[in-house]
T-cell receptor, first 114, second 110 residues
């Protein structure tokens, strides 16, 4: 079975640009999460979907970060406009809610904003 | 204060020695999940353990709710075990929120 896939693996953006990160969850999983990981802050939850419905929109991340899940097998995270402080690794995870509950992570997208 | 405290922050062992990593928590939990991460790598799930003991090869996870602790034991360590180990507590009053430990950086010397 394919795990969580994320594209691109690396992204370099100029300040003010719009970038879109993509995620495909494990087939059959009904929960999808977006996280951001930095050395200083560690892992922070950005968004959480259950069966394509947005359940958590990340509070402090709301203004420039928007996650969408148009179908059960694909999600995007848009950052608009990007700022240098957004430089981090963005991780997508999925799980089978009602099944094992274990979160499975993708390889991540390393974003550098200049 | 911190809801999850992970220790030690770093651990250096010789190959073949056993490693014991600990997470103490101060809030109710649904479960504790343990992850492994290589530098620059993603998170690999090791265990999802709401209570009791689980085994996977050389790895053992034990969660004792009454004592508010969860541990990860690595027996007969190998150099390939080197990396960062993270615990994440799934809050008892949430069915999705994870509270992350600060991580243990494990170095296994040949």
């Amino acid at each position: 079975d394919a795990g969580v896939t994320q594209t691109p693996r690396h992204e370099v953006a100029e300040k003010g640009q719009t970038i879109i990160l993509k995620c495909e969850p494990v087939s059959g999983h009904n929960d999808l999460f977006w996280y951001r990981q930095t050395k200083i802050q560690g892992l922070e939850l950005l968004s959480y979907f259950r069966s394509k419905s947005l359940m958590e929109d990340g509070g402090a991340f709301k203004d420039r970060f928007k996650a969408e899940m148009l179908n059960s097998s694909f999600s995007t995270l848009k950052i608009q406009p990007t700022e240098p402080k957004d430089s981090a690794v963005y991780l997508c995870a999925s799980r089978d809610w009602g099944g094992s509950y274990e979160q499975y992570f993708g390889p991540g997208t390393r974003l550098t904003v200049l | 204060g911190q809801q999850v405290q992970q220790s030690p922050a770093s651990l250096v062992l010789q190959e073949g020695e056993n490693a014991e990593l600990q997470c103490n928590f101060s809030t109710s939990l649904n479960s504790m999940q343990w992850f492994y991460q290589r530098p620059g790598g993603s998170l690999v799930s090791l265990f999802y353990n709401p209570s009791g003991t689980k085994h996977s090869g050389r790895l053992t996870s034990t969660t004792v709710i009454k004592e508010r602790r969860s541990s990860l034991h690595i027996s007969s360590s190998q150099t390939t075990d080197s990396g960062t180990y993270l615990c994440a507590l799934e809050l008892g009053d949430s069915n999705y929120q994870l509270i992350w430990g600060s991580g243990t950086k494990l170095i296994i010397k040949p």
